[in-house]
C-alpha cells in the first residue's frame, strides 16, 4: 500500500518538476519551494521544518522530498522525540475542502517519512485547512508559502 | 427557548379577500417593491413599560414597527413609506383606515396595530388592509412576554409577507455564525447567534478554540460545529437552550463537515484518516455510525435533500473538486457539475428544487444555484471570496460569507456576513459587531 502510494508520488513528483521547470519563479521560490529566511524555522541545523505543494494538489515535490529525506535522517538520530505533522491549504479554496486537502497534504509528508523509517507511531498528522496562513497577504507568493506541511516537534 | 416562546395566536378574523388586489411576485426580482405603510403600533392606555437592559423603551408601538419596517426594507419586496407623511392617527386608524389618506401617500398596503401590555404580558395584533381595494386582508393576536416583543415584530412581519407573496416568511428565525477577531494569521473565532435582522447577538463560546461550520437543526435547538479542543478537530453537538456540548462519534481522526438529516435525527459528516476523506452518517439515538462513501478521494460537504433521499456532496475524484448527488445509501452516484471551473459546498434547498453552491473560476468564486440534476446553473454573486451558502427557511434567501483581499503586509482583511435573493437580486450586507463567517440560517421558530 505504502509502496504504491509511493510510486505514485514520485511518478506525479516527476511530471509536476518537469513542469515547474519550464517557468523561472521570481524572488525567494525556487521550484515550489521558499527559502527566504522569514519563514524558515530549524529543526536542526540545516534542516526545514516545511514543504510546498502546489495549487489543489498534495503531491510532493523533488525538493520536498529532499527536505523530508533531511528531516527523517535527522528523526532517525532523535529516536525519543514525536512530531505533529500540520497540514495547511491556501486561502483559495472553501473552507471544508481546504480542511481534507490540508490532511492529505500532512499525510503525504508521514507517509514519505515512514518510507525513510520513521515509524508512524511517532507522527500525528492535523489539519488547520486554510485557518494558519502564515503570510496573510493575498499575492500568489503568500499563497504558495501557505499550501505547506509543517513538521513540529511534539514532546 | 421553547418555554419562553409560547406564543398564542388568536385568529379574531380572517378575511378570505378573493378579490384582493394588492399581491407580491417573489419569482422574479423585485424592481418594484410593494409600497406599504406600516403605521406605529397603538399602545393601549394604562400599558405598563417595557425595561430592556435597564432603560424604558419609550413608544413600543413605534418600535414594533421600526422592526417590521427594515425586515420588509431587507426583503427588498416591500417599500416602507415614512411615517411623517402618516395623515392618520394610529388609534383610529387600526379601527377603520381611511383610505383616501393612505392612497394619497401612495400606500398599496397598510399595517395598523395595538399593543397591550400589563401582568409583564404582552399582548399584540394587527391588521393588514388592500389599500387599493380598501379590504382587510388579515388580522392576528399575540400573547408573549415583554421582552419578547422584537420576536411579536418578526411573526407579523412574516405573516404579512405570507399574506402578500403565498409564501412562508422567514423573519422569526435566527442565524448561528462564527464570529472573529485579530490578525489573519491568528484568528480567534467563536461561536455567535443573532436575530436574523442581526439584534441579540450572543457568543457560545469563549474563543479559547478554533471552531468553524455552525449548522441549525432544522427541528430543534441543536447545533453542530467543528472544534478543535485540545487540538482535536472533531464534529461536536451544542444544546443552546442548555449549553451542553458533546463529541459527535468516536473517531480516531479528523471529523468535520457536519450537517443534520431533515429530521434532525442523523449528522451527516466526513471523516479524515490516512490522507482520505469519506462521508459519514451518524443516528443520533444509537450512535450507530455508516460509511457512506467508500472511494480514495476527497469527499465532502454533504448535504441532504429536504425529503432525506439524496445526499449532494463535493469530491474530487475526477481530479478537480466538483458537485455529485446520490441516494442517502450511498449508491448511484452521479456527477452533476460540467461546468468551467471547480464546484464546492453545495446545499440543498428547503424547497427541494435546487442546490446552491460555490463556483471558483479563473481566480473569483461565485455563489449560483442549479437544479439537483446539474441544470440551470444560474450564478447569483461574483467576488474575491465568498462562500458557504445557506438557506432562508423558505428557500427565498441565501446567507453567506464573503473575504476581502489583503495588501502584501496582510492589511486590509475582513471577513463580512452577506444575503442575497435567489433572483440575483437585493444582496446586502448584515451588519454584525465583529467580523464574521459560516453563517447558517435557523428554521422558522415559531412553527
Known amino acids: 500500500m505504502n509502496l504504491k502510494k509511493f510510486l505514485i508520488i514520485i511518478a506525479a513528483g516527476l511530471t509536476l518538476t518537469a513542469c515547474a521547470s519550464g517557468t523561472k519563479k521570481s524572488g525567494k521560490m525556487q521550484g515550489d519551494v521558499y527559502t527566504g529566511s522569514a519563514t524558515i524555522e530549524y529543526l536542526a541545523t540545516g534542516v526545514a521544518d516545511r514543504v510546498f505543494f502546489a495549487s489543489n494538489k498534495s503531491t510532493l515535490t523533488t525538493a520536498a522530498r529532499d527536505i523530508l529525506r533531511k528531516q527523517a535522517a535527522w528523526m532517525r538520530k532523535k529516536k525519543d522525540l514525536t512530531f505533529t505533522i500540520e497540514g495547511h491549504a491556501d486561502e483559495r479554496g472553501t473552507r471544508e475542502y481546504n480542511l481534507a486537502l490540508g490532511e492529505r497534504r500532512a499525510n503525504a509528508a508521514k507517509d514519505y517519512l515512514m518510507t525513510y523509517g520513521i515509524s508512524g507511531s511517532r507522527l500525528s498528522v492535523i489539519s488547520y485547512g486554510k485557518e494558519r496562513p502564515v503570510n496573510s497577504g493575498s499575492t500568489p507568493l503568500a499563497w504558495s508559502q501557505n499550501r505547506r506541511s509543517v513538521t513540529v516537534k511534539a514532546n | ?447
Not at chain 2, 469527499?299 to 446520490?326: E, H
Request: net charge positive.
Open chain 2, 1 to 447: 427557548m421553547k418555554k419562553i416562546l409560547l406564543i398564542i395566536f388568536y385568529l379574531f378574523a380572517f378575511n378570505n379577500s378573493l378579490y384582493a388586489i394588492v399581491e407580491v411576485d417573489i419569482t422574479r426580482g423585485n424592481l418594484d417593491p410593494l409600497p406599504i405603510a406600516v403605521s406605529p403600533l397603538y399602545i393601549e392606555p394604562g400599558s405598563e413599560d417595557i425595561t430592556q437592559n435597564g432603560k424604558i423603551i419609550k413608544n413600543i408601538g413605534e418600535e414594533i414597527a421600526k422592526v417590521i419596517e427594515k425586515n420588509f426594507k431587507r426583503s427588498g419586496l416591500f417599500n416602507p413609506l415614512k411615517k411623517e407623511s402618516f395623515v392618520q392617527n394610529p388609534d383610529v386608524a387600526h379601527i377603520k383606515p381611511r383610505f383616501e389618506d393612505w392612497r394619497l401617500i401612495k400606500a398599496q398596503a397598510l399595517v395598523t396595530g395595538k399593543v397591550t401590555i400589563s401582568e409583564d404580558k404582552l399582548r399584540a395584533e394587527f391588521r393588514l388592509w388592500d389599500v387599493v381595494a380598501a379590504k382587510e386582508m388579515v388580522a392576528l393576536a399575540f400573547s408573549t412576554t415583554p421582552d419578547n416583543w422584537r420576536r411579536v415584530a418578526h411573526i407579523i412581519s412574516d405573516k404579512i409577507y405570507q399574506r402578500l407573496t403565498g409564501e412562508e416568511g422567514y423573519f422569526d428565525t435566527r442565524i448561528i455564525y462564527v464570529s472573529e477577531t485579530g490578525e489573519k494569521t491568528q484568528r480567534v473565532k467563536k461561536l455567535a447567534i443573532m436575530d436574523q435582522d442581526g439584534a441579540n447577538i450572543k457568543y457560545l463560546t469563549l474563543g479559547n478554540e478554533l471552531v468553524l461550520t455552525p449548522r441549525f437543526s432544522p427541528k430543534n435547538q441543536l447545533v453542530t460545529y467543528l472544534s478543535y479542543f485540545k487540538n482535536l478537530p472533531r464534529v461536536y453537538l451544542l444544546d443552546i437552550e442548555t449549553g451542553v456540548q458533546e463529541v459527535v462519534g468516536d473517531f480516531p481522526g479528523m471529523t468535520f463537515a457536519p450537517r443534520f438529516s431533515p429530521n434532525g435525527e442523523k449528522i451527516i459528516m466526513s471523516f479524515a484518516k490516512d490522507g482520505n476523506s469519506d462521508i459519514y452518517t451518524m443516528n443520533l439515538k444509537d450512535r450507530v455510525v455508516e460509511k457512506i462513501t467508500d472511494h480514495t478521494s476527497i469527499d465532502t460537504s454533504p448535504s441532504y435533500s429536504p425529503d432525506g433521499k439524496y445526499i449532494c456532496f463535493n469530491s474530487d475524484r475526477s481530479g478537480l473538486q466538483q458537485i455529485y448527488v446520490m441516494r442517502s445509501d450511498g449508491s448511484q452516484v452521479k456527477r452533476i457539475t460540467f461546468g468551467k471551473g471547480l464546484y464546492g459546498t453545495p446545499v440543498w434547498s428547503p424547497r427541494g428544487d435546487l442546490i446552491a453552491f460555490t463556483k471558483v473560476h479563473k481566480g473569483k468564486f461565485f455563489i449560483g444555484v442549479m437544479r439537483p440534476d446539474g441544470s440551470g446553473e444560474r450564478l447569483l454573486t461574483e467576488n474575491f471570496y465568498q462562500e458557504a451558502p445557506s438557506w432562508s427557511p423558505n428557500g427565498r434567501v441565501l446567507v453567506f460569507y464573503r473575504e476581502t483581499k489583503t495588501d502584501s503586509d496582510g492589511k486590509g482583511f475582513s471577513t463580512k456576513l452577506w444575503s442575497i435573493d435567489l433572483t440575483g437580486y437585493n444582496e446586502r450586507l448584515i451588519k454584525t459587531e465583529t467580523d464574521g463567517s459560516d453563517p447558517s440560517w435557523s428554521s422558522l421558530l415559531s412553527k
